[in-house]
């Protein structure tokens, strides 16, 4: 038995092979253990680096915190925002839909990189930036 999509939104069980359960459960404990070394390496960054206070914070505020800070601090926030997106879809059963036009994304992309949210097609149009300057560059024709 494998995950596929229905109406672009739903995965349910079929024989139909997309992913196999094996799989999600492997992806998961990959973004799983990746979430958790990044909200270390990014508690003791912020601490030691920054003198922030940001033990008991959570993800989301991690996150927030760290994308007011240049550098590698703002990368390891943009990955652990990504990465903590990739759950969520899991738990909503969305997982391996792209963000942009909802098409799947291909399972060897999953595998390369579990917190992957866009299919090639909307990675390669630049279709999505999270920096602003950007989104108008690829959306401006002058």
């Known amino acids: ?19 196999d ?5 492997q992806l998961r404990c990959e973004l799983e253990t990746e979430q958790a070394e990044l909200i270390a390496t990014l508690t003791t960054r912020l601490r030691e680096d920054w003198e922030k206070e940001c033990d008991n914070l959570n993800v989301t505020d991690l996150i927030k915190e760290s994308q007011s800070l240049p550098g590698a ?20 059963e969305i997982y391996g839909l792209c963000a942009d036009c909802e098409s799947q994304i291909p399972l060897s992309d999953l595998m390369q990189d579990a ?3 866009r299919c090639p097609q909307c990675r390669t149009s630049n279709y999505y930036h999270h920096d602003p300057a950007q989104r108008r560059v690829a959306t401006d024709p002058h």
Request: aromatic residues 4%; glycine residues 4%; proline residues 0%.
């Open 73 to 92: 601090i703002r990368c390891l926030g943009d990955r652990l925002e990504k990465v903590d997106a990739s759950l969520c879809a899991m738990d909503l």
């Open 21 to 25: 359960t094996k799989t999600l459960a």
């Open 115 to 117: 917190a992957e949210q």
């Open 1 to 19: 038995m494998g995950w596929v999509i229905h109406d672009k939104r739903h995965f349910s069980q079929s024989s139909e092979l997309t992913m």
